[in-house]
């Protein structure tokens, strides 16, 4: 990280800062926000960072650091059951096994380090004895039917060191596994991330093979199980121009169940999956319907937007904030319309494979996907 933190101190942003950057323009809370809070800084005050528990490794850092991470984030691969439409082979096996059978890749993912045992061991063994962990966050493919995810919980928790540490990963809410559940209550804390794109069938095609019935009923259940334990959930959600039209009944679920939500960021890849693809006319259905719920939703006009999204008790807010930064990204980004063929194309593929079709699912976009070739 040196030569990041060098171009940093210089004032620069590095070329990975552009998504946060982006986020920041229309009202959403980014990356870079959030990892500020964990470290005492806020965004709107500066003067904080004299207050930060971190400031004296800030002063002596200059862009060098002997400290021991105590945030990891550890990528254990793609070994995913599910195959969702935006999503890539480098992140689910169902979907790389497919791509490959219809030609739309020609060479398989490599193997996940963690699927080699040895070096599951050896990572397991250095985890174990680095000291002052605080929050181990898992990601690639669905973290529940992982291997590897078992193992490292039960290796820290033979290790002691589970009262100590945060534990955070997100489920597609295909699955269901009590021996995690049974683990996952032995540390700290746990920060559960449910993925959904929206509570009706059309979900079934996004987040290719669910069931909402099921997704439905594991989401009521991981908020149950959140909330008797006092773990941290929050629907995780990527908007693209298929599930957009639909959105709102995600803010819905979350406003009864009184839950946050929360996307990584404005989906960059793949390009043709963004929600720039739609034009004014169908754009201004959508943001009239966000408004109108935000307006009807929102308790108090915010004088400042919240960072810290996190926090049960403003999820009211939170949730207002996030989905104004939808009608700010709909209402002012261009629309590509290079993009609509790579699109066409690509579900085309999918539904050959799949035997379905995304206007059984989404009705409303029949005009607009006739006229661009469907």
Not at 128 to 140: A, C, E, Q, R, T
Request: glycine residues 4%.
């Amino acid at each position: 990280m040196h030569d990041t933190r060098q171009l940093m101190l210089s004032g620069q942003d590095p070329t990975g800062c552009a998504p946060c950057r982006e986020m920041e323009r229309h009202g959403k809370i980014s990356g870079r926000q959030r990892q500020l809070i964990k470290i005492g800084v806020l965004v709107d005050n500066w003067n904080s960072i004299a207050t930060s528990p971190w400031l004296p490794i800030f002063k002596n850092s200059q862009g060098e650091t002997n400290e021991m991470p105590v945030d990891w984030q550890i990528d254990l691969g793609n070994y995913c059951n599910s195959a969702c439409v935006f999503c890539v082979p480098n992140s689910s096996s169902r979907l790389a096994e497919e791509w490959m059978r219809i030609g739309l890749i020609n060479q398989m993912p490599l193997q996940s380090w963690c699927e080699d045992p040895d070096l599951l061991e050896r990572f397991m063994r250095d985890l174990v004895s680095v000291p002052n962990i605080k929050y181990l966050h898992f990601i690639g493919g669905e973290t529940l039917i992982t291997p590897a995810f078992v193992k490292i919980l039960s290796r820290l928790v033979d290790n002691g060191m589970a009262d100590n540490i945060t534990i955070g990963f997100t489920t597609n809410l295909t699955v269901w596994n009590e021996k995690i559940l049974s683990l996952l209550q032995n540390f700290q804390q746990v920060n559960v991330g449910i993925s959904i794109e929206c509570f009706d069938a059309l979900n079934d095609y996004i987040r290719y093979p669910s069931n909402i019935a099921q997704v439905t009923h594991n989401a009521e259940r991981w908020i149950d199980m959140a909330s008797k334990n006092q773990w941290l959930l929050q629907i995780r959600t990527t908007p693209t121009i298929l599930s957009i039209p639909r959105l709102l009944s995600v803010y819905e679920f979350a406003w009864r169940h009184k839950i946050t939500v929360e996307s990584c960021n404005f989906l960059q890849n793949p390009r043709f999956m963004n929600v720039n693809l739609l034009g004014h006319v169908h754009r201004q259905p959508i943001i009239e319907r966000f408004q109108n719920w935000i307006d009807s939703h929102q308790p108090i006009k915010p004088t400042a937007i919240s960072a810290n999204v996190r926090n049960p008790e403003t999820y009211q807010t939170v949730l207002c904030q996030d989905l104004s930064s939808y009608c700010n990204y709909l209402k002012t980004t261009p629309e590509n319309l290079d993009e609509w063929p790579h699109l066409i194309d690509f579900i085309k593929r999918l539904e050959r494979s799949r035997g379905n079709a995304i206007l059984d699912y989404l009705p409303e976009y029949e005009f607009i996907f006739r006229s661009k070739g469907y």
